[in-house]
C-alpha cells in the first residue's frame, strides 16, 4: 500500500508523464472515446461494473493532467450508449458512434457476444478498439487488424481448476483419471470457449464428465442439472454462466443443499454471491484476471493494492470485481497509445497500439499479431469466509486451498 508521500510521488511522476506541468482545464482539448455498454438486460451488472472502471481512469489521467499530443495536452471523455445487452444491438450503435457522432477511438461492450457482434463494424471503418470485457478465444482467430483486447483468454478461466484436482488426487495417491467433473456452461461464445479449455484440460489427464450441460437461455432455473450432481456425486463440478448464472447456482446449490468437494465458477464477484448467498457460497474457487495482491504498478494508478483502495473508496465495492479493473487498464492503453503515437490518427493510433508493452497496475500488457494478451494468465481466488484468498499458482498463493469444500446449508 502507498503511503501519502507515495501517493504524491506517482501524481508527480504521472504528470511529467502524460502532460506538462503548466497545463490547464482550459487549454486543454478534448479526446472523445465511444462505447456501447449494457445498463440493461443480462449483461447490465458487469455494463455497471465495466463504466465504472472507463470513470475512474479518465478522471485520474484528467486530474494528472491528461495526455500531450504536438505540444497541446488532452482531456479524456466517453460518450456511451447502452446496448441493451443484445449483439445486434451493440453493433448498431457502434455504427452509430463511428459513422454518426464521428468517433475515431472505442472502448469494448460487456462480454465476448457483444464484442464479436461489434468487430465487423471496427474492420469495416477501420476504426481501433482496445477492450477488456471479452475473452473468447474465438474473437482473437479472425484476423481482425483494429482489435486490442487485454484479457486472458477465456479457454483458460477454469483449466486451472482441473490442473488443482489433479494435484489433489495424486497427493492423495489417487489416479487423477477417476476424478470425476459435472460441468454446465451458458450458451455464449465466452462460456463455450470456457468449457472447451476445461476439455483439453481434463484430456491431459484421461479425466471424463459425468455431466456436460448448457444452461437455459434465460439462466433462471438449473434444478435438473444440480439434481443429476446430487445423485452422481461428482468431485469437481464447475460453472459458467457469467452474474446471472452464477447467482442462480449459489442460490439452488442451497436449496438443493449440494455438497461437492470442489466448485469452479466464473464471475463470482460480479454476482456478488458472497453478499447474497454467503452460506451456499463458502469455498467456491474463482477465477480472476486480477487481484488486489498482485506484484504489479505502474505510474498513474500506483499498485495493484493502492488501486483496489481508491476504486472502493470512489464506488463502494466490497470486493472489486475484475471487469473494473479491466476496463481501467484499457482506458490506461489508449492513453500510452496517445503519447506514443504523438497524434489523433486512428492509423498511427493503431500502429502505436500493436507495439504496446506497458506494465500497469492490472499486470503487463503487450499485444500479439493477433490483438489478444498472451502474456496474462489467470489465478484463482477461493472464497473463505467471506473473503477473496489466492490459493492457485501455489507459488502466488496467499492461503491454503480449503479442500474438501465446506459450505453448511
Request: charged share 20%; aromatic share 10%; glycine share 6%.
Amino acid at each position: 500500500m502507498l503511503n501519502r508521500a507515495g501517493i504524491a510521488m506517482v501524481a508527480a511522476t504521472t504528470a511529467l508523464a502524460f502532460a506538462p506541468a503548466a497545463a490547464n482545464a482550459q487549454a486543454c482539448g478534448e479526446i472523445e472515446l465511444g462505447a456501447a455498454v449494457s445498463a440493461t438486460g443480462i449483461y447490465a451488472a458487469n455494463g455497471q461494473n465495466t463504466k465504472n472502471g472507463y470513470e475512474f481512469a479518465v478522471k485520474k489521467i484528467n486530474d494528472a493532467g491528461g495526455v500531450t499530443i504536438g505540444g497541446k495536452c488532452y482531456h479524456f471523455k466517453i460518450k456511451y450508449y447502452d446496448d441493451e445487452s443484445t449483439p445486434a444491438r451493440a453493433a448498431q450503435l457502434v455504427e452509430r458512434l463511428i459513422d454518426q457522432d464521428k468517433i475515431n477511438y472505442v472502448l469494448g461492450p460487456y462480454g465476448s457476444p457483444l464484442t464479436k457482434a461489434i468487430l465487423p463494424v471496427i474492420e469495416k471503418y477501420k476504426t481501433p478498439l482496445v477492450q477488456g470485457e471479452a475473452a473468447s478465444r474465438s474473437l482473437f482467430t479472425q484476423g481482425y487488424k483494429y482489435h486490442f483486447g487485454i484479457v486472458a483468454t477465456s479457454e483458460k478461466y477454469l483449466t486451472p481448476v482441473v490442473d488443482m484436482a489433479a494435484a489433489i488426487a495424486k497427493k492423495a495417491g489417487k489416479d487423477p483419471s477417476k476424478v470425476k467433473v459435472a460441468m454446465i456452461y451458458q450458451d455464449d461464445a465466452f462460456s463455450l470457449d470456457v468449457r472447451q479449455g476445461v476439455v483439453d484440460a481434463m484430456k491431459k489427464y484421461n479425466m471424463s464428465a459425468i455431466v456436460d450441460d448448457r444452461m437455459p437461455k434465460d439462466l433462471n432455473d438449473i434444478t435438473s442439472f444440480l439434481t443429476k450432481v446430487k445423485a452422481l456425486k461428482p468431485d469437481v463440478l464447475i460453472v459458467s454462466g457469467h452474474e446471472k448464472g452464477a447467482a442462480t447456482a449459489a442460490r439452488q446449490m442451497a436449496d438443493l443443499q449440494i455438497q461437492v468437494p470442489l466448485v469452479g465458477m466464473t464471475h463470482c464477484e460480479s454476482a456478488k454471491i458472497t453478499q447474497d448467498f454467503p452460506k451456499s457460497s463458502e469455498d467456491f474457487v474463482c477465477p480472476t484476471q486480477w487481484d488486489e495482491t498482485m506484484k504489479v504498478q505502474d505510474p498513474m494508478f500506483g499498485t495493484a493494492a493502492n488501486y483496489n483502495t481508491q476504486i472502493k473508496a470512489a464506488y463502494g465495492y466490497k470486493v472489486v470485481p475484475y471487469q473494473t479493473a479491466q476496463a481501467t487498464a484499457a482506458v490506461y492503453v489508449w492513453a500510452d497509445a496517445f503519447k506514443r503515437a504523438n497524434s489523433l490518427d486512428k492509423e498511427k493510433l493503431r500502429e502505436a497500439l500493436t507495439k504496446t508493452d506497458l506494465e500497469t497496475f492490472y499486470g503487463g500488457i503487450k499485444f500479439a499479431a493477433d490483438g489478444s494478451n498472451p502474456g496474462k494468465e489467470i489465478i484463482l481466488r477461493q472464497i473463505q469466509h467471506g473473503k477473496y484468498n489466492v490459493v492457485w499458482p501455489e507459488k502466488v498463493a496467499a492461503a491454503k486451498l480449503q479442500y474438501p469444500r465446506e459450505a453448511q446449508y
